[in-house]
């Protein structure tokens, strides 16, 4: 499964931001979905992600209630909208594809990975 993420930018704090990941998986409509993020020093770590139902999401504390994950299986499309921003969120964002069905939040559930898209929040 190849993944391609973007929508990375420059945004001011408070702003908002909409990444999108493309993937080319077949199986995609049945695969769980993710995005994390790895700041500058700091380990990768889990933003949020939704199973084959759209209703089966989960979140870091530190974004629940700012980001929203979403996903399109018509267009083989996951998605995360990034509203409210703060200079902490500054990171390169990844998104990933599970071989499981449902959200999850381990690195080691997810077999495929994006490159990667940077997100600079200026405060």
Do not use: H
């Not at 530190?62 to 980001?67: D, E, N």
């Not at 909208?81 to 594809?97: F, G, H, I, R």
């Not at 080691?108 to 940077?118: I, K, N, P, V, Y």
Request: charged share 20%; glycine share 12%; net charge positive.
């Amino acid at each position: 499964v190849q993944l391609q993420a973007s929508g990375g930018g420059l945004v001011q704090a408070g702003g908002s931001l909409r990444l999108s990941c493309a993937s080319s998986g077949r199986t995609f409509s049945r695969d769980g979905m993710g995005w994390f993020r790895q700041a500058p020093g700091k380990e990768r770590e889990f933003v949020a992600a939704i199973g084959r139902s759209a209703g089966d999401t989960d979140y870091a504390d530190s974004v629940r209630g700012r980001l929203t994950i979403s996903r399109d299986n018509a267009k083989k499309m996951v998605y995360l909208q990034m509203n409210s921003l703060k200079p902490e969120d500054t990171a390169v964002y990844y998104c990933a594809a599970s071989v499981f069905s449902r959200a999850l939040r381990s690195e080691a559930d997810f077999r495929s990975w994006g490159q990667g898209t940077l997100v600079t929040v200026s405060s």
